[in-house]
């Protein structure tokens, strides 16, 4: 599939990934973080991450693999950020795989 039609279908991932956010309540729970320190804080922020790929990957694999592996392309292709509190392209990329065969 050619690159541009790849990312026609990452907004739908994202829209998914941003929606976990608020099931998961991150932004709650991680504002309550602050006090165990900046270590705690990226940790939590990591797994925040890839817990909104997962959620999004399971929502998304039935009806719109394409999103999914849109997803995927985007975070191989790009220099996603990646920061203490990101995780790499690479790892988002293994966790979105491990989710889609997941219950």
Same mark, same amino acid.
């Given at each position: ?45 990591? !797994?925040?991450?890839? %817990?909104?790929?997962?959620?999004? /990957?399971? =929502? ?5 693999? $394409?999103? *999914?592996?849109?997803? !995927?392309?985007?975070? %191989?292709?790009?220099?996603?950020? /990646?920061? =203490? ?5 690479? $790892?988002? *990329? ?10």
């Amino acid at each position: 599939m050619r690159p541009e039609l790849k990312l026609t279908f990452y907004p739908r991932f994202l829209i998914a990934h941003e929606c976990a956010h608020h099931v998961y309540r991150h932004l709650t729970h991680l504002g309550r973080a602050e006090v165990f320190g900046i270590d705690v804080l990226n940790h939590m922020l990591r !797994q925040a991450e890839l %817990d909104a790929d997962c959620f999004a /990957t399971k =929502a998304l694999r039935e009806h719109d693999i $394409e999103a *999914v592996r849109s997803a !995927q392309w985007v975070f %191989d292709n790009s220099a996603a950020i /990646t920061s =203490a509190s990101h995780p790499s392209g690479m $790892e988002r *990329v293994s966790h979105i795989e491990l989710c889609l065969h997941q219950q």
